[in-house]
């Protein structure tokens, strides 16, 4: 590393080589040691630590944990026996005759030192605090190292992109609001009063126009905006790695977008093997009750419809009925199980259904009394249990009840752990629905024209080629050109081919109940630039922070963000979002009326 007026190395640079040789360090008091007139301080920087002797005990008495130091010293052997094998810089250690003090620190209201953070002992305080003082927080190692695995894997990613002949563009984040899915964040034009900006969802909308701009194939680690109710593992602003392409299909979009995922897993210390496996979206929701799957175990869902086709049970009288396996479930007690169903019910459903195979194939449960004979002893091969075993039931809606199942699937592979951080499953979901109903199909409103239905992905999706000439006379089943990547059960990217046809779009647009004034109200400028030669392109984007999320082998992307944002998307560092003053507010004009320059 580079050397400055504070220091000749970093700490994880003093190596044997340097036995004899004096040096200069500069960074934090990691942890303080005494033992009868010698200290022991562990310096630590960016690097990492290295120990520091001194032998003068008035140079020694200032320092505290987390003052800031400068000190030199000559590079020695550590004696023998008291070598650090869990240190980089573990064999030496430094003797400091020159120390000055740079910054003192006041008291801590929690403890970053290396060393504890390894101990079970330390606890870190509730995330509140953590974000409070978060330029603490982020001294500890293990988030010193989620900031450099995102660098890292941000180089990855521009260097591969370079080679395959992308340009970085950076796009607006002050543009025209074009309510679509989330809300938007507004911004007041203090020069147009009342008229707004808004912060993009996405760079959707002019990546498209770069497209018709002649630029082949562009990208950026894209800032995004979504002003949506708080959920746990969302943030209100977030990153993407935005990528378009023009003269692409999905194979193309698909081939690059697994060279950059080797890329940056690679940048993580990880190889993976290309090409990825595919699911389509049907298959996903029959199998594993989820469009974003996890397939670092198997234990997928079984249909039973069929089944339970002559079923005396009222609740199993359901479009779709289906299970999932709970190896080894015999052995769980009664309030577990009823504690099952407060957990089903916090996810919508009325409960969850199971019996248990006990002794001598003895059935068990509630659902069990209300299974004809035929039925109880046909369910143990008709769901491959083993005695010991059970299995849980959901009923009802096809999608709706493998949803739930999915959940209880993953829910079983977490308690018996089997959900690794680090065994990386991949896939990509593909064949998609082009549209998804809003509404029931028999609702009234459609007859003053209102649309029963909305776009899977985004209004500019384009139909797969077996659904061109028919996808607005059968929406339920009509199909789309598009693509997500999952890992581990984590929507990590997703994209489209997009529609480059007016006569497309104008039938897409139709379906969902667009007209031409709304259309050109919200995104007349990509239409009216598609009137000029557009060429036919697709695109992707990753959702940066879960990727990092999932290499860090982090539980939450706030650990993988700098300065994220708390519950409601409170900041608690900074104080966000506040009240502005009240000359602040008349200079932005957010109170402007037009009806007052008319009078």
């Known amino acids: 590393m580079s050397q400055s007026a504070y220091r000749t190395h970093h700490a994880t640079d003093v190596t044997e080589d340097l036995v004899g040789q004096r040096v200069k360090l500069s960074g934090w008091v990691d942890r303080r040691r005494d033992h009868g007139g010698v200290a022991f301080i562990d310096l630590r920087d960016s690097s990492g630590l290295v120990q520091a002797v001194i032998y003068d005990e008035e140079m020694a008495r200032p320092l505290r944990s987390e003052y800031v130091i400068e000190l030199e010293g000559e590079v020695r052997l550590r004696p023998e026996g008291n070598e650090n094998d869990h240190l980089a810089t573990g064999k030496i250690e430094i003797v400091a005759d020159k120390i000055d003090v740079l910054a003192k620190s006041d008291a801590l209201p929690f403890q970053v030192?290396?060393?504890?953070?390894?101990?079970?002992?330390?606890?870190?305080?509730g995330e509140d605090v953590r974000l409070k003082y978060r330029y603490l927080d982020l001294r500890r190692p293990s988030m010193q190292k989620n900031l450099k695995l995102r660098s890292d894997m941000a180089k990855a990613a521009r260097n591969e992109l370079d080679k395959l002949g992308f340009t970085e563009v950076e796009t607006p984040t002050m543009i025209k609001s074009t309510p679509e899915g989330a809300r938007d964040f507004v911004v007041p034009a203090r020069l147009v009063p009342g008229s707004w900006y808004a912060l993009p969802q996405s760079p959707?909308?002019?990546?498209?126009?770069?497209m018709v701009s002649g630029v082949e194939r562009y990208y950026q680690l894209a800032r995004c905006y979504r002003d949506e109710d708080f959920r746990a593992d969302r943030q209100p602003e977030f990153t993407q790695l935005d990528m378009e392409m023009a003269f692409v299909d999905q194979e193309d979009v698909i081939a690059i977008a697994e060279q950059v995922i080797k890329a940056v897993w690679g940048?993580?210390?990880?190889?993976?093997?290309?090409p990825l496996p595919r699911i389509t979206w049907q298959e996903a929701m029959d199998k594993y009750g989820s469009d974003k799957p996890d397939l670092?175990?198997?234990?997928p869902l079984i249909e039973l419809t069929d089944y339970f086709k002559d079923t005396p049970f009222r609740v199993f009288q359901a479009p779709y009925v289906g299970a999932v396996l709970f190896k080894g479930g015999a052995a769980t007690p009664r309030r577990?199980?009823?504690a099952w169903q407060d957990w089903a019910r916090q996810r919508g459903a009325k409960g969850l259904a199971y019996v248990v195979f006990g002794e001598n194939g003895e059935l068990k449960g509630p659902v069990a009394k209300n299974l004809s004979e035929e039925e109880r002893n046909g369910l143990r091969e008709a769901v491959g249990a083993e005695e010991g075993d059970a299995v849980f039931f959901a009923a009802g809606a096809r999608e709706?009840?493998?949803?739930l199942l999915g959940a209880v699937r993953?829910?079983?592979?977490?308690?018996?752990?089997?959900?690794k951080p680090d065994d990386f499953a991949f896939t990509w979901v593909v064949d998609f629905p082009l549209f998804k109903r809003t509404d029931d199909p028999d609702d009234d409103d459609v007859a003053v024209g209102h649309s029963q239905w909305t776009s899977m992905h985004h209004p500019f999706t384009m139909p797969s080629k077996d659904w061109i000439d028919t996808f607005d006379k059968d929406p339920e089943h009509a199909m789309s050109d598009s693509y997500d990547i999952v890992c581990n059960g984590n929507e990590i990217g997703g994209g489209s081919v997009r529609i480059h046809r007016d006569d497309i779009q104008d039938r897409v647009l139709d379906v969902l109940g667009i007209g031409e004034d709304e259309a050109n109200?919200?995104?007349?400028?990509?239409?009216?630039?598609?009137?000029?030669?557009?060429?036919?392109?697709?695109g992707l984007a990753f959702g940066w922070d879960r990727v990092a999320a999932i290499l860090a082998g982090a539980d939450s992307i706030r650990d993988v963000i700098a300065f994220p944002k708390a519950g409601g998307g409170r900041d608690p560092l900074t104080g966000a979002p506040a009240p502005i003053s009240a000359e602040q507010r008349a200079e932005t004009g957010v109170d402007y009326d037009p009806d007052e320059d008319e009078d």
């Open 400 to 403: 709706s009840a493998q949803t």
């Open 267 to 274: 940048a993580a210390g990880y190889d993976v093997q290309l």
């Open 521 to 538: 109200d919200k995104f007349g400028f990509l239409l009216e630039a598609f009137k000029y030669g557009a060429p036919p392109h697709a």
């Open 410 to 419: 993953v829910e079983l592979a977490d308690r018996a752990g089997l959900l």
């Open 336 to 338: 577990q199980f009823d």
């Open 204 to 210: 959707q909308l002019l990546k498209q126009l770069l």
């Open 296 to 299: 670092r175990f198997g234990n």
């Open 113 to 125: 030192s290396t060393a504890l953070e390894n101990e079970s002992e330390n606890k870190l305080p």
